[in-house]
């Protein structure tokens, strides 16, 4: 399809590249032009077909270009545990002797922060759902590399000093003043940056969050029509305690106190019942995966039951790491091991949806991200194929999802803006990020060992 060639020259033209649409139809097409106005798709066609000028044309051969990742639930900050939490067994904000980020100071987190997103960023995500502690200061530091944001304060009423320790106390308080500081941030950041920053109510998990601080929150995002990327059943100790405390499952409160709908992101899954996943193929929610982070833990999410529901898929890579191609590689590993074998309902496709056009849904923006279409944002990544890794190229989704690496991405582009070229961000001194990110990553482990 093409744009009308006397609109004016193309911004861009990308020629010579195989692309992975992502579409229904018309999912590969084979050296391909593509064509980018005012941050948008408006030409996609093999290259023999006729299409507009350009004002830059960039040749392609032996590229790979797909839609944009949504990276739907990611913690940056938590870099500093890198090598550490994966062995941990547990998440860190639940562990004694561990950095949290409460520890942090704004400057740590901030360098933390930005290490953590351009990780994400070189790895093909262009768009990160990223939630945690000093969100103020770490909203700016990802915002300034030019991708898709979409925030949160880690909102609780528990106090975490004590949930280390094994003891769960509400205060009232802590919820209230973590509730302001996520409401400031929307009304101070929803929609900046040309639409490319969103808040979202980042609701910590029904065992950290009280009944009625759940209610709260769920009439606030409500009434701003917020997404709602929360944990659920994201262990047996939440389970445990939900169902103790609420004689519910952590799904049955979500219900109950009005969360669960087509906001809510739920992260992990991991003990939802039969009952649970039709709960929440009912509501509309989204269930986000995190395979990786999971299956290194032992466990799996019964993602083959929550598909065959009917329920949304997502996918992120929370702590451990940012790229969500090895995110789809243990996607489909996992659910076939559930499975038995290799079936006709989970292959490369099917994670590949899950990376990109299920988190568009997850994140209410379907109709402009998630695949590659003439009209929707020019949201892309290019990835080297020319590697020995990814030849030959007969399949190029099935050698993607099987062989790729997010190294291997190139170029990325958010509305059409170059923000990676040869591996490298545009907007930021890569070495600098790394050098920061390090010494806040030494300061902290330093405090928490003394």
């Given at each position: ?7 004016g ?12 649409t ?7 097409v084979?050296?391909?032009a593509?064509?980018?106005?005012d941050g ?5 066609a093999?290259?023999s ?10 040749a392609?051969p032996g ?5 944009g ?5 990611l ?18 904000s639940?562990?004694?002797?561990i950095?949290k ?8 987190a ?6 953590g ?6 790895s ?17 530091a990802?915002?300034?590399?030019g991708l898709?944001?979409?925030a949160g304060?880690?909102v609780h ?14 205060d009232?308080?802590i ?11 929307h ?11 969103q ?5 910590h998990?029904p065992?950290?969050c009280s ?7 769920a009439?606030e ?5 917020m997404r709602?990327?929360?944990h659920l059943?994201?262990?047996?100790v939440?389970v ?7 004689g519910?499952?952590?799904a049955e409160?979500l ?6 709908n087509?906001?809510?992101l739920?992260?992990?899954?991991l003990y939802v019942?039969?009952?649970?996943i ?12 995190v ?21 949304n898929l997502?996918?992120?890579t929370?702590?451990?790491h940012g790229?969500?191609v090895?995110a ?10 559930q499975?038995g074998?290799?079936t006709?309902d989970?292959?490369?496709a099917?994670?590949f949806?899950m990376?990109t056009?299920?988190g ?5 923006m379907a109709?402009d ?6 009209g ?8 080297d ?12 989704l099935g050698?993607?999802?099987?062989t ?15 923000l ?10 890569l070495?600098?990020?790394?050098i ?14 003394a």
């Amino acid at each position: 399809m093409s744009a009308d060639i006397t609109a004016g020259p193309l911004d861009l033209l990308l020629t010579g590249a195989t692309v992975l649409t992502g579409e229904t139809t018309g999912t590969i097409v084979e050296d391909a032009a593509i064509g980018i106005r005012d941050g948008r798709i408006v030409h996609l066609a093999p290259a023999s077909k006729p299409f507009p000028s350009a004002k830059v044309t960039r040749a392609l051969p032996g590229r790979l270009v797909t839609p944009g990742f949504i990276n739907a639930h990611l913690h940056a900050v938590l870099v500093m545990v890198r090598g550490v939490a994966a062995d941990l067994g547990f998440a860190p904000s639940y562990t004694p002797g561990i950095p949290k980020g409460t520890d942090a100071t704004p400057e740590e987190a901030r360098a933390l922060a930005r290490l953590g997103a351009v990780e994400a960023l070189l790895s093909g995500s262009t768009l990160v759902c990223d939630h945690f502690v000093h969100a103020d200061a770490t909203l700016d530091a990802i915002a300034e590399l030019g991708l898709r944001v979409h925030a949160g304060w880690r909102v609780h009423d528990v106090d975490f000093a004590r949930v280390a320790n094994g003891e769960w106390s509400f205060d009232a308080a802590i919820g209230d003043d973590l509730l302001r500081r996520t409401l400031d941030l929307h009304d101070r950041w929803h929609g900046a940056n040309g639409g490319r920053i969103q808040v979202q109510m980042a609701a910590h998990a029904p065992d950290t969050c009280s009944p009625a601080f759940l209610r709260t929150i769920a009439g606030e995002a409500a009434a701003r029509n917020m997404r709602v990327n929360t944990h659920l059943a994201q262990s047996r100790v939440e389970v445990e305690r939900v169902k103790a405390s609420t004689g519910l499952s952590p799904a049955e409160l979500l219900d109950e106190v009005g969360l669960l709908n087509d906001r809510l992101l739920a992260t992990h899954c991991l003990y939802v019942s039969d009952t649970d996943i039709a709960r929440l193929a009912a509501s509309g929610a989204h269930a986000v995966h995190v395979p990786k982070c999971n299956a290194a833990s032992g466990r799996l999410a019964p993602t083959p039951a929550l598909k065959a529901a009917g329920v949304n898929l997502a996918l992120c890579t929370d702590t451990q790491h940012g790229d969500m191609v090895e995110a789809m590689r243990w996607a489909l590993a996992t659910a076939r091991i559930q499975q038995g074998g290799v079936t006709a309902d989970w292959q490369p496709a099917d994670v590949f949806r899950m990376a990109t056009l299920g988190g568009a849904k997850a994140v209410g923006m379907a109709d402009d991200i998630g695949t590659l279409a003439v009209g929707k944002k020019a949201d892309l990544v290019v990835f080297d194929t020319r590697r020995p890794h990814l030849r030959p190229l007969v399949n190029p989704l099935g050698t993607l999802v099987h062989t790729g690496q997010g190294r291997d991405v190139e170029m990325v582009l958010v509305d059409g803006e170059t923000l990676v070229e040869d591996g490298r961000p545009v907007r930021a001194d890569l070495d600098r990020i790394c050098i920061e990110a390090d010494q806040a990553a030494r300061a902290l482990w330093a405090r928490a060992r003394a």
